[in-house]
């Protein structure tokens, strides 16, 4: 072998081909990139089904030809599903109920962290533990006499008692959101503080003129991370919400007892009959809202986390 | 006063931010936990004009753990979602994350896709998912692996094996904080380091096991206490189906449901101490490299 490829071209070659200590080789190129392509297909191939599915027609679900690509686009699916999950009214109900409470959310844990970050009261370091313990305490520990106390104060029902929770630094994953403030603020040097306190700002005043506006890395993470948890909760707004208000993810929770009542399955119109793609529909629909999100806001979002710096230290 | 006010001025304006926190951790944190633990030792039953607390000792707790039809395949499920899934998740997003950290095309856009099911994932989206097989790899069955690990593999070895690839995307889809968190440690990483491990002759496995492992283990631990957190609060966890199921149930109520709470808390405790002996009490390790870093920078 080594008498007909001379050794130098043999080194060259594998070189090339698996990288010296300085340079990635071309097949470590390759595999990283074949990786990459079937991990993203992994993560995206649900949405993709989403939407194939949603858009057969009854007979492309059943004719086991037709796998990917519908013969032809059949939107009767998504027509149905819209009105099964209430349509605009939902979206938008639901988003602005969710967007006073994350901008709320937002605030609260940004004075929280910041008492945390720029003072040395007694007692912090013990107040501190306890918030980052509050992390492991899931919802399902305390809810339930959360929930008969909102039922005493006749708040059930209403978006109360996810508002004031989160109004006071204890709603859903807080002890995130104030961490990621908290390590924000800490980064942030002293020196621009005490020169506005030495202008004669008062605490508020820098708070809100000089922390706040740099803040605006972790004002971004913040708020759409909790926007994003509150849209896709469902333990606690079924128990809170009942019927009261609809939110997109309980609504396709109870996608087939609506459906069943908006389209009660007749003999005159069998397309109606509640199936997979009509289903698959739905799921596209109830994600669709936080995917034109996210789409929207993904670079402004990554940047963001990057310069938040999401870590213990 | 004035003058003490004067001298602790600073201190007490950080407490005044602290204080909504601290009113709102009395109200909708410290008081639901004890009151939730008084819970599961009473019968709780509602008279018109509210809560009527009964004292019945273990009572509910024995009831839960021996004589439920539906907790003990209802914890099963749930210890096996935690044993398989907490490892998985942190080996996987590791991987992605030391993925994305490479030379790759599209790094952004990758990135931003490996992070997609963080936004959408809601616990009826999942439902809805896995009742139509999406959730599945799709054809992963087919594989000849898939047969081969039925057919020659002991069942005890192949049935955690097969958990995982029957839950592949699954477990994908909670890796999106994960990776994120792993991702900002990797580019916290001194490049120096690597430099210097290279002049010596380290070869790349060398320097993922004595370099990148060690500087990522406090990491691990985030991630694990995340992921265990994550998978204790999922609607796929059916834990909690029980405790809300149970609620207005004749046969079980709020103190039976409190109870399985109490038990359900004790199993996130102890996965937390589980993790904090694995990879927690390695702070020296990073203590001690940061002085070699500062005379190096």
Redesign the interface.
């Known amino acids: 072998m080594n008498r007909i490829i001379p050794e130098r071209t043999l080194g060259r070659a594998r070189h090339v081909l698996l990288g010296t ?1 300085e340079k ?1 080789g071309l097949l470590t190129h390759l595999v ?2 074949v ?2 392509i079937g ?2 297909y ?6 993709l ?2 939407l194939s ?1 949603g858009l057969k027609d009854g007979k492309d679900l059943n004719n086991p030809l037709v796998n990917w690509f519908p013969t032809k686009l059949y939107t009767g699916n998504f027509d149905r599903a819209w009105v099964v999950m209430g349509g605009w009214n939902t979206v938008i109900t639901s988003g602005s109920m969710f967007l006073i409470i994350a901008a709320v959310q937002t605030f ?1 844990s940004a ?2 962290a ?3 970050a ?5 007692g ?1 370091k013990l ?1 501190f533990a ?2 980052i313990a ?13 929930y ?2 909102f039922r ?1 104060y006749g708040m059930l029902r209403t978006y109360l008692p996810l508002l ?2 989160a ?4 709603g859903i994953r807080n002890a995130i959101f ?1 961490l990621i403030f908290y390590q924000f603020f800490r980064m942030m040097p002293k020196a621009l503080d005490e020169a506005a306190m030495v202008d004669g700002a008062g ?1 508020l005043r820098v ?1 809100f003129t000089v922390s706040i506006p740099l803040a605006v890395p972790a004002i971004v993470v913040v708020f759409i991370f909790s926007f ?1 948890w509150h ?5 606690l707004t ?2 809170y919400f009942g019927n009261a208000i609809g939110t997109m ?2 609504l ?2 109870r ?1 087939t007892d609506n459906y069943t009542k908006i389209f009660p399955p007749n003999v005159d119109n069998p397309m109606a009959v509640l199936n ?1 793609g009509i ?2 529909a ?2 596209l629909i ?2 669709l809202p ?2 034109v ?2 789409i929207l806001v ?1 670079r402004k979002l ?1 940047e963001s ?2 310069r938040t ?4 230290e | 006063m004035s003058a003490f006010l004067r001298r602790h001025q ?16 009395a ?3 410290a ?3 004890v ?2 633990v008084v ?1 599961s030792f009473s019968r709780v039953t509602f008279p018109l004009d ?2 009527m607390l009964e004292p019945v000792g273990v009572a509910n707790y024995t009831n839960v753990l021996m004589s439920d039809p539906d907790f003990k395949l209802a914890l099963s499920t749930y210890l096996t979602q935690l044993v398989c899934y907490v490892p998985m998740i942190l080996v996987f997003s590791c991987m ?1 994350a030391l ?1 994305l950290n ?4 599209l790094r ?1 856009l ?16 999942l ?3 896995s ?2 097989g ?2 599945v ?2 054809g992963l069955e087919d594989f000849p692996v898939y047969e081969f690990i039925h057919r020659f593999v002991p069942p005890a070895v192949a049935m955690p094996i097969l958990y995982v690839f029957d839950n ?2 699954l477990i ?2 909670f890796c999106g904080v994960p990776i ?2 792993f991702l ?2 990797l580019q ?1 990483m001194d490049r120096s380091m690597y430099e210097a491990a ?1 002049v010596d002759g380290a070869s790349a496995w060398q320097k993922f096991w004595k370099l990148t492992i060690p500087t990522l283990k ?2 691990f631990f ?1 991630n694990g ?1 995340f992921s ?2 994550e998978i ?2 999922s ?1 796929q966890n059916p834990i ?1 189906k029980l ?2 199921d149970g ?1 207005f149930q004749i046969t079980r109520g ?1 103190g039976f ?2 109870a399985v ?2 038990l ?2 004790l199993i ?2 102890v996965s ?1 101490l589980i993790l904090y002996v694995l990879f927690g009490r390695e702070k020296r390790d990073i203590v001690a490299a940061q002085p070699r870093r500062a005379v190096k920078s």
Do not use: H
Not at chain 1, 231 to 235: I, L
């Open positions: 200590r990635t990283l990139f990786l990459t991990l993203c992994v993560f995206v191939s649900p949405l089904t989403m599915m609260s004075v929280i910041y008492g945390f720029k003072s040395e009261f007694p912090r107040l306890l918030m509050t992390f492991v305490i899931p919802d399902q520990v305390t809810f339930m006499p959360r008969l106390m005493e004031l929770p109004a006071l630094g204890n104030i605490y708070f994003v849209w896709n909760e469902t333990f079924d128990l993810p309980l396709l929770e996608f997979e289903r698959m739905a799921t109830t994600v936080l995917l999100m996210y993904e990554i986390l990057d710096g999401i870590t213990g | 600073r201190q007490l304006a950080g407490l005044l931010f602290v204080t909504p926190w601290i009113i709102g951790f109200i909708f944190t008081y639901p936990l009151t939730s819970y509210g809560i992605l993925l490479s030379p790759i095309r952004k990758v990135r931003a896709i490996f992070f997609l099911p963080v936004i959408i994932v809601s616990g009826p989206v439902a809805s998912l009742q139509m999406a959730a790899l799709l592949a995307v994908l889809w994120l968190i900002s440690g916290k290279m406090p990491f985030l206490v265990v957190v204790s609060m609607t909690i405790i809300k609620l709020f449901s409190a709470t109490m359900y808390f996130i405790l937390v």
